[in-house]
C-alpha cells in the first residue's frame, strides 16, 4: 500500500492560462493575460529547480487553466521543462487537461510528439444551451470532432468531462448529453454536478436572483442518470465522479485517493511531500513573484497528525466505489475505521447510508447522494 | 489632603452625548495621562464597551488640578472654603464616567450617591433626550448640584438657544451659566474645571469622626481577590487597619487602599470625601455588597449609610452548553461574570430538550447581548441561548397562590390559571412632532395606553404611553428610531403588572416538543408569531435524509404548520488539482457547525435557531 513518506511517483503541473473565466470557475488562473506566459514558463523553471536529482515517475498530470491554451512553441517549451526535471518510468501516464477548441492538428502533434499519453477534455456538455450558461467557447459538434482527431494520431485514452445541474439544463437534456459522450467512443467519463463558488460571477448572480439553480430533486435524478447510464454503456464507476472502460482509469488521479505522496508546481498547486500537505499561492501574480524573487510560493502548509492521516484517508476511500479496506485501513492508520465516529458509523450503516461486505465499506448507492453528510462525520 | 479641596462629581448625559470623551479630555488636561498613552474613551477598557463605541461600567478615577495661577484671584473669590490661599493650590477631582443607556441607568444612581455634584452634557444639536431627563431627574433626586453643559458645539449645525429653553422648560433646571464645551476639540475645558470647583461644593465629613465609606462598586480580580470601590464619607480608611461590612457583618484586613489614576494607585490613607479602592484579600464576591458601608471593627457609632435600591432583573433567557461535559465551566464563567456585575443572576435549570444549563437575568436586551458577548469572547464554552422573556406573575385557581414565572416552560395548565399579569412600563419618548403619529400608532398596536403629549418646544414633544414591558424590550428602540430617522429617543420605569390575555406557545420539531422554543404570547398575536416562528425555523434548520413537520400550538391546538423536505442530494465534485486539503477543510467546517447543535429526537436544530423565536417578532 502506499506510503506518504515514500518519495513520489507522480506530479502535478497547473497551466494558469484561459482565454475567458467561465462564470462558475474559481480555478486559480488568469484570463487574457497571455503576455504572461513567458514569465510564467521562467517561474516555473525555478520551482522546478527545486527537485533534487531527476526521480523517476509513474504518473504527470497538466491540469488548469487551460494547458492547451499555450501557443505550440510554448507548449513545446512546458514539456521539455517537465523532462529535464523528472525521468518517466516505462509505463508513464502522462495526462493534458484541454479545451475542445484549442486542439488544432498542431497542438495535437505537440502533445504526441512529447509523450502525452492521455487528454481530458473540457467539454462540460452537448446541449447548445448549456454551453452557452456555462461561458464556453465551442459547441457540440466540436467535441466529436476533436476526439476522433485525437484518435487518428494514436492518442486513444481520452476522457470528458461533463457539467449537470446547469441552469435551465433539464433531466433529459441531461441525458442527452451522456449519450452524445458515450457514443464518442471515448475510454473515459467524468460527471460533475455544477457548484456555485464564492467570489465567481454565478454565485453573485444567484445572490442577485439572476441565476437559478436547478431543484435538488432534478439534480439528484440527473446524478442517478449517470449511475445508472454509463455502467450500463460500459463506463464503470471508480469513484463519485468518474466512470471508465477497462483499463483506463486515471492512474495520476488515484494517487491522490489512495493518499500516496505527490508533487506539484504552479500556482494554487497542492503537493504531498514528507507527510506534510502545502499549497502555492493561488494568486497567479503572486506566485509569479515569489518564485522570481526566489522565495518559496507556499502559502499554506500542514503536517497532518496520524490521526488526521487517517481520516482524511477515509474521506478518500469512501469516495471510490471500492470502499474501504478495513483490515488494511488499521493496519496503515493504526485507528479501526469504526472508532473514528463509532455512533456515525452504526448509525449510517444502520439508515442503509453506508454497507459493509468482503471486508470493506463504501458508500452505499443512497449514501453517494449524501457523501458529504456520511464523509463529514468522520472528519 | 482637606476635604475643601477635594470634589467629587459624575459625567451624566443621554447615550453618545460625549460623557466618555470629556472624561478624555480632563484626564488629559491634567496630565493624568500623556498623549502618548492617549486613546480615545479611555475609560471605556472593556472589549465590548470598544467595541461597541459605549460605556457599560461607570468607572472611578482621581485626577489633580491646579488652577490658572493668573485667574486664581478671580476664582478663589468664589471659593466655598475657609482660607483662600494666594497661590493656587492643588484640587483633587474625583470623576466618574457612567454609562448612558437605559439598561445601565442603576450604575449612574449608584455613582451618583458618591458625589456632590454631576455634569448633565446635552449634545447642542441633539438636545435633551430621554435619558436626559432621567439622569438629570436622578442626580437631582440625589441632591446633587448640577452644572449643564452643552458639548459638541462645534458640530456644523447646533440648535444651542433651543437646547438652552429645553433645559429649562423639560428638566426645570436654570441653564443661565451652562458651559459650552467641545470635548472632541477641546473647546472649553479650562471653564469646565472652574465651574467643577467653584460650583459643586467640597464634601463634608470629620477625618477623625468613626470610619462610614459607602461601597459603591465592586470588581473581581483574578490574582488579587475583591477590589471594593469606597466613597469615604466620613473618617478615614487606612492601610493596614482592621475594618468590618456593616451589612456583611464580616471583618477584614485592609491590605491595600488606594486611587484610581486611572489605573490602581496604592496610598496609605483615604479621608473624607476621597474616593478609591481598598483591597482585602476577599475571595468571594457575595461577601461584599454594593451599597454596604464599610467601617472600622469596634468603632460602634457608625451607623449605616442608605445604600441602594437593588436593581430588578426584568429580561430572562437559557443558557446551556452546547457540549454537556462543559456544564461546570459554565458555572464557573457565569460566576465569574457576576462577580464583576451584581446585577445579573444566574440560577441552574434543566430542560428536557437542552439538559443542565442556567436561567440568566438580566437588567434589559443590551445588558444580556453584552453578557452574552463576554462569555463568547473571555470563555471558551460553546453556549445556546433560548429566547429572552420577561418576569410574568401568575395567580393559581383555587389557591390564589401567585407564581413568578421567568421561564415560559413552568406556565401551568390554562385550567390551573385564575390570572395571567405582565410587567407593565411607562414609557417616556422624546421625539419630533412630526413623528408623533406615527409612534402613537405603534404604542396601539402593541397594546399600549396614551397617557400624556407634551410639547417642549416649536416641534419637538414628549409623548408618554403605558406598554406591556414584553411588547418594548425587543425591538421598540430600534422601531423608534427608524422611525424617526435617529431623532427619538426613549426611556422607560416598570410601573407594575397587570392582568393580560397571555397564553404560552409550544413550538413542536418532527411530533417533539421543543421546550426551549416555547414563548409567552398575548392571545391576540398568537397566531400571527406562531406563523413567523415555524416559517423562522424553516430556515434556521438544515435539510435532514427525512421530512421534518414543524408546528405551532396552544395547548393540543395547531395553530401554524410548516414542512422541511428531506435532504436528497449533498455530494460535491472532485477535488481538483489534487488539493484535498481545501476539500478537508469544507468538509470539517460543515461538522464544526454541527457542533453549535443541539439534538431533539431525530432532528439537529442549531444554537441560532433559538434566538429566531426573538427575530421572527421583528419582520412584521
Ligand atoms: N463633533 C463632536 N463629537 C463629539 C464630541 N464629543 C463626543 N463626540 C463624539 O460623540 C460620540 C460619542 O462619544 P462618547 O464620549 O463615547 O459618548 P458617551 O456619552 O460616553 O456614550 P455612552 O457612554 O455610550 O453613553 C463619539 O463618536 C465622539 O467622538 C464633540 O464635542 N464634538
Ligand atoms: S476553461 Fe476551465 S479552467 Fe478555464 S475558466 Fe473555464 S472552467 Fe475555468
Ligand atoms: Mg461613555
Redesign the pocket.
Known amino acids: 500500500m502506499t506510503d506518504p513518506f515514500a518519495s513520489p511517483r507522480a506530479a502535478y503541473v497547473h497551466v494558469p492560462f484561459?482565454?475567458?473565466?467561465?462564470g462558475?470557475?474559481d480555478?486559480p488562473?488568469i484570463?487574457g493575460r497571455d503576455d504572461l506566459i513567458g514569465e510564467y514558463l521562467k517561474a516555473l523553471e525555478l520551482e522546478l529547480a527545486t527537485v533534487e536529482g531527476r526521480p523517476e515517475i509513474d504518473t504527470l498530470f497538466y491540469g488548469?487553466?487551460?494547458p492547451t491554451?499555450l501557443p505550440p512553441v510554448k507548449l513545446r517549451s512546458l514539456f521539455a521543462l517537465l523532462r529535464r526535471t523528472f525521468a518517466l518510468a516505462a509505463d508513464a501516464e502522462v495526462s493534458v487537461?484541454a479545451?475542445p477548441l484549442d486542439l488544432d492538428d498542431q497542438r495535437i502533434a505537440v502533445l504526441v510528439e512529447a509523450g502525452v499519453t492521455r487528454v481530458s477534455l473540457?467539454a462540460?456538455s452537448f446541449d447548445a444551451s448549456s454551453l452557452k450558461v456555462?461561458?464556453?467557447d465551442h459547441c457540440p459538434e466540436d467535441i466529436a470532432d476533436v476526439t476522433a482527431r485525437l484518435g487518428r494520431q494514436g492518442l486513444c485514452n481520452r476522457s470528458v468531462d461533463l457539467i449537470f445541474g446547469v441552469p435551465g439544463q433539464s433531466l433529459p437534456q441531461w441525458v442527452q448529453s451522456l449519450d452524445a459522450a458515450v457514443s464518442l467512443g471515448v475510454e473515459h467519463i467524468s460527471t460533475y454536478g455544477l457548484t456555485y463558488e464564492k467570489g465567481t460571477s454565478f454565485w453573485k448572480r444567484r445572490d442577485r436572483g439572476g441565476l437559478n439553480p436547478v431543484e435538488e430533486e432534478t439534480e439528484r435524478a440527473m446524478y442517478a442518470a449517470a449511475m445508472d447510464l454509463l455502467p450500463a454503456a460500459g463506463f464503470e464507476p471508480y469513484e463519485l465522479s468518474n466512470f471508465a472502460r477497462d483499463q483506463f482509469r486515471c492512474r495520476h488521479n488515484q494517487v491522490y485517493w489512495q493518499g500516496a505522496s505527490y508533487f506539484a508546481f504552479g500556482p494554487g498547486a497542492a503537493r504531498y511531500v514528507g507527510g506534510i500537505r502545502s499549497t502555492n499561492h493561488r494568486s497567479v501574480t503572486t506566485w509569479l513573484k515569489r518564485v522570481l524573487a526566489g522565495v518559496s510560493a507556499i502559502a499554506e502548509s500542514e503536517e497532518l497528525t496520524r490521526e488526521q492521516r487517517a481520516r482524511e484517508l477515509v474521506m478518500l476511500g469512501l469516495r471510490q466505489t471500492v470502499g474501504i479496506d478495513v483490515s488494511e485501513f488499521a493496519e496503515r492508520t493504526g485507528f479501526p475505521l469504526r472508532e473514528l465516529a463509532p455512533a456515525a458509523f452504526d448509525r449510517f450503516i444502520a439508515d442503509g447510508l453506508m454497507e459493509e461486505g468482503g471486508g470493506h465499506v463504501r458508500l452505499s448507492r443512497e449514501g453517494r447522494f449524501l457523501a458529504d453528510t456520511v464523509i463529514a462525520e468522520f472528519l | 489632603m482637606s476635604p475643601e479641596f477635594i470634589r467629587n462629581f459624575s459625567i451624566v448625559a443621554h447615550i453618545d452625548h460625549g460623557k466618555s470623551t470629556l472624561a478624555d479630555q480632563l484626564l488629559l488636561r491634567t496630565g493624568a495621562i500623556t498623549e502618548r498613552e492617549f486613546k480615545e474613551q479611555l475609560l471605556d477598557d472593556l472589549d465590548v464597551e470598544r467595541e461597541r463605541g459605549i460605556t457599560v461600567k461607570a468607572r472611578a478615577v482621581a485626577i489633580d488640578y491646579i488652577p490658572d495661577a493668573e485667574r486664581w484671584p478671580g476664582l478663589a473669590a468664589h471659593l466655598k472654603c475657609a482660607a483662600k490661599p494666594g497661590k493656587p493650590p492643588t484640587f483633587e477631582l474625583n470623576l466618574i464616567d457612567t454609562p448612558g443607556h437605559v439598561d445601565f441607568h442603576y450604575e449612574v444612581s449608584r455613582s451618583l450617591a458618591a458625589c456632590e455634584g454631576a455634569l448633565l452634557l446635552v449634545d447642542a444639536f441633539q438636545g435633551v433626550q430621554a435619558q436626559t431627563v432621567a439622569n438629570a431627574y436622578a442626580a437631582v433626586e440625589a441632591g446633587l448640584e448640577i452644572v449643564p453643559v452643552i458639548n459638541k458645539i462645534d458640530l456644523p449645525v447646533t440648535r444651542i438657544d433651543e437646547v438652552l429653553d429645553e433645559i429649562e422648560t423639560v428638566i426645570g433646571l436654570d441653564a443661565t451659566d451652562a458651559l459650552m464645551v467641545s470635548a472632541k476639540q477641546g473647546i472649553g475645558i479650562e471653564e469646565v474645571f472652574e465651574a467643577i470647583i467653584t460650583r459643586i461644593p467640597p464634601p463634608q465629613g470629620d477625618p477623625k469622626a468613626p470610619l462610614r465609606a459607602l461601597v459603591f462598586d465592586s470588581k473581581y480580580d483574578t490574582f488579587r481577590g475583591v477590589i471594593t470601590y469606597v466613597r469615604i464619607m466620613e473618617g478615614t480608611l487606612k492601610k493596614g487597619e482592621k475594618i468590618r461590612f456593616m451589612k456583611g457583618g464580616t471583618v477584614h484586613d485592609a491590605l491595600e487602599v488606594g486611587r484610581f489614576r486611572p489605573g490602581m494607585e496604592p496610598c496609605n490613607s483615604l479621608g473624607p470625601g476621597q474616593t478609591g479602592y481598598v483591597i482585602t484579600g476577599v475571595k468571594e464576591v457575595v461577601h461584599v455588597h454594593v451599597g454596604d458601608t464599610l467601617t472600622m471593627q469596634g468603632e460602634q457609632a457608625a451607623v449605616a449609610l442608605p445604600g441602594y435600591k437593588q436593581p430588578q432583573q426584568m429580561v430572562f433567557c437559557g443558557m446551556y452548553p452546547t457540549d454537556a461535559t462543559d456544564f461546570e465551566k459554565l458555572r464557573e464563567e457565569l460566576e465569574r461574570m457576576s462577580l464583576n456585575d451584581a446585577s445579573f443572576s444566574f440560577s441552574p435549570e434543566t430542560s428536557d430538550a437542552l439538559g443542565f444549563g442556567f436561567r440568566c437575568g438580566f437588567l434589559g436586551m443590551l445588558h444580556m447581548e453584552i453578557i452574552q458577548q463576554r462569555l463568547e469572547h473571555e470563555a471558551d464554552v460553546g453556549l445556546i441561548q433560548t429566547a429572552p422573556n420577561v418576569t410574568y406573575e401568575i395567580k393559581k385557581q383555587r389557591t390564589g397562590e401567585v407564581l413568578h414565572i421567568d421561564n415560559p416552560v413552568d406556565v401551568p395548565e390554562s385550567g390551573d390559571i385564575e390570572e395571567f399579569r405582565e410587567p407593565i412600563a411607562r414609557v417616556n419618548f422624546i421625539l419630533p412632532s412630526s413623528n408623533i403619529g406615527i409612534i402613537m400608532q405603534l404604542c396601539e398596536d402593541r397594546r399600549g395606553t396614551y397617557k400624556a403629549t407634551e410639547y417642549l418646544g416649536p416641534d419637538r414633544a414628549q409623548l408618554i404611553y403605558e406598554l406591556p414591558l414584553a411588547e418594548i424590550i425587543y425591538d421598540m428602540h430600534d422601531k423608534l428610531k427608524s422611525a424617526t430617522r435617529g431623532y427619538g429617543t426613549m426611556d422607560y420605569d416598570i410601573i407594575g403588572f397587570r392582568p393580560a390575555d397571555l397564553v404560552k406557545l409550544d413550538i413542536m420539531v418532527k411530533g417533539v416538543k421543543v421546550e426551549a422554543l416555547a414563548m409567552i404570547v398575548h392571545r391576540d398575536f398568537a397566531e400571527r408569531r406562531g406563523r413567523q416562528l415555524v416559517k423562522r425555523l424553516k430556515k434556521e434548520i438544515s435539510k435532514h435524509q427525512f421530512e421534518i413537520a414543524l408546528q405551532a400550538a396552544i395547548g393540543t391546538r395547531v395553530i401554524a404548520r410548516e414542512t422541511i423536505s428531506a435532504l436528497r442530494k449533498n455530494v460535491t465534485a472532485k477535488c481538483y488539482g489534487g488539493d484535498i486539503t481545501r476539500k478537508r477543510k469544507l468538509l470539517a467546517k460543515q461538522k464544526e457547525g454541527k457542533k453549535r447543535m443541539k439534538q431533539f429526537g431525530q432532528v439537529e436544530i442549531p444554537q441560532k435557531a433559538f434566538l429566531s423565536v426573538l427575530e421572527a417578532g421583528n419582520e412584521e
Request: hydrophobic share 20%; proline share 0%.
Open positions: 484561459c482565454r475567458h473565466r467561465c462558475y470557475c480555478f488562473l484570463a488548469g487553466g487551460t491554451h487537461e479545451n473540457g462540460q456555462l461561458e464556453r
